[in-house]
């Protein structure tokens, strides 16, 4: 059986920025090819293409992780039956919790310093986060409140903890169809991810930089002088390198118990891919983004549909990128440009492969002869509807 597999290769320039810091707060960075690299995780990037997928699905079609998954539960509860209080409420949530996924969902703990007042109530909480859609959250309450009368009881029947359990496995939203699902306590309703996200990182050597920066106190004496305040942040600035690979075979076994009734088949499918490619391509981490104001788009993108296995092209910079001219681009472009056919060729993949390009700007001019030259709306239309009508060809 042939798979289906879809790529993306992102060229994006990024000015002074500080998207993606580690524990100190300095621009994350990597070494590859013996050079230093800006570097941006696959989880940053992974959590802004889900925070864009809020504009363009519908919430239904969403999930929502979070340690509060009683609180979470609660709103729908009180939504179906305004008669049961916040504690009762509480309480069958984390019972339905609990049977669904096998996780405890207790008060937290306070610490030694906290008292806790009277009528002080704290919501029970897992001990990880955990990643509902919306449509699990809406089976999950109605059980919660059908067993009401005696919540523990009502889950020691067999048939009705099953029901629980595949309230929580069945109706994905397309954000853990996306991006996968793991429950330690449960590991039968984990969900494998159908999005793989690399680390992006500079395609040329790039060290970090000091901004100094001072804060005038706006009510300062005459006679005072100086600065209200005074500090440094880290920042760099990178033409980065961006992949991400969708395996749409398991994307659309992810979002096959989530079929809206009399709809066709593949139409699920092709709404998360578009969303998917709009929302990788056009999402933005926000580390410091009011201090930099770094909004770029990406100037390349390539997108490949594939029947066999998903291939990363950042070797072409595995030797950095010089400066050429004052810039990376143009470079990095035409290293792609070369790069990807004698990959495709050499690995016998040339024919099997559709390939879409959006690229702007003189710089990008090199991989015009890589395929079709698309906008972005174009783009994600084109290789959404492929990909779903792939899937049905091939399997």
């Not at 048939?159 to 309230?167: D, H, I, Q, V």
């Not at 578009?274 to 390349?300: C, D, Q, W, Y």
């Not at 990363?312 to 290293?335: M, T």
């Not at 090199?366 to 990909?387: K, R």
Request: with cysteine.
């Amino acid at each position: 059986m042939t798979r289906t597999i879809l790529d993306v290769h992102i060229l994006q320039t990024v000015p002074p920025n500080n998207i993606n810091r580690d524990d100190t707060g300095s621009p994350k960075t990597a070494y590859y090819g013996g050079a230093l690299r800006s570097r941006v995780s696959s989880q940053a990037w992974k959590r802004a293409t889900r925070s864009d997928f809020t504009r363009l699905l519908h919430p239904a079609e969403l999930g929502t992780r979070t340690k509060r998954v009683a609180e979470f539960l609660t709103e729908h509860i009180e939504e179906l039956d305004s008669s049961i209080e916040r504690n009762e409420a509480w309480k069958l949530a984390a019972e339905t919790i609990k049977a669904a996924t096998g996780s405890k969902v207790e008060p937290p703990k306070r610490s030694g310093k906290e008292e806790k007042e009277e009528g002080d109530e704290v919501a029970p909480q897992s001990s990880y986060l955990m990643f509902l859609s919306a449509r699990q959250r809406e089976a999950l309450a109605q059980l919660a409140v059908e067993g009401r009368d005696d919540i523990t009881g009502f889950f020691k029947d067999k048939e009705n903890k099953n029901r629980a359990r595949r309230a929580a496995d069945t109706n994905h939203s397309v954000d853990i169809a996306l991006f996968g699902r793991m429950v330690a306590d449960g590991a039968d309703i984990n969900v494998d991810a159908a999005a793989q996200v690399a680390h992006a990182i500079s395609v040329h050597a790039a060290e970090n930089d000091a901004d100094y920066y001072t804060a005038v106190d706006d009510h300062q004496r005459d006679e005072e002088s100086g600065a209200g305040m005074i500090g440094t942040i880290e920042f760099n600035s990178a033409t980065l390198y961006r992949y991400a690979a969708l395996d749409v075979d398991q994307l659309r076994r992810n979002l096959g118990e989530g079929l809206r009734e009399g709809e066709d088949t593949t139409e699920p499918v092709r709404r998360a891919v578009r969303a998917f490619l709009h929302g990788f391509v056009e999402s933005m981490p926000t580390g410091k983004i009011n201090t930099f104001g770094n909004h770029t788009l990406p100037e390349a993108v390539i997108v490949k549909l594939r029947d066999a296995r998903p291939v990363n092209f950042v070797s072409a910079f595995e030797e950095p990128v010089p400066e050429e001219g004052g810039g990376y681009l143009r470079q990095a472009c035409q290293r792609l440009a070369t790069h990807i056919p004698e990959i495709e060729r050499n690995y016998g993949m040339e024919e099997e492969t559709r390939t879409w390009v959006l690229r702007i700007g003189g710089s990008t001019a090199a991989l015009d002869g890589l395929g079709t030259t698309v906008t972005m709306n174009e783009l994600a239309e084109e290789a959404s509807a492929e990909a779903a009508g792939n899937w049905t060809e091939t399997n």
